[in-house]
Nanobody, 120 residues
Framework: QVQLVESGGGLVQAGGSLRLSCVAS????????MSWYHQAPGKQREFIAR???????TLADSVKGRFTISRDGAKNTVYLQMNSLKPEDTGIYYC??????????????WGQGTQVTVST
């Protein structure tokens, strides 16, 4: 099992910045990627950003140029730096870890989420 704990959410004005953190603990061996997802009020959860164990990053088009994802392997922590925040960025941000314990298998683990509210 992998436990994920997010932090760093809060209330910010439009145009402002926040940095989210997600700390992974437990059996983190063979976690191949960690990601952030965003769930706006009344909408489905959507992919925002991913960083692989090899530090390859992927960002959703909606956040390119504004958000960056990074990780500190020594601390088992992934970060989401969010700049130029917009009201539509409001919602709950979830951390995800993908683990492949055996070839051909993959499991997802989720954190409890952290609330981000962007005011106009």
């Amino acid at each position: 099992q992998v436990q994920l704990v997010e932090s760093g959410g809060g209330l910010v004005q439009a145009g402002g910045s926040l940095r989210l953190s997600c700390v992974a603990s437990g059996d983190t061996l063979r976690v191949i990627a960690m990601s952030w997802y965003h769930q706006a009020p009344g909408k489905q959860r959507e992919f925002i950003a991913r960083v692989s164990s090899g530090d390859t990053t992927t960002l959703a088009d909606s956040v390119k140029g504004r958000f960056t994802i990074s990780r500190d392997g020594a601390k088992n922590t992934v970060y989401l730096q969010m700049n130029s925040l917009k009201p539509e960025d409001t919602g709950i941000y979830y951390c995800n870890a993908m683990k492949t314990p055996l070839p051909g298998t993959a499991y997802d683990f989720w954190g409890q989420g952290t609330q981000v509210t962007v005011s106009t």
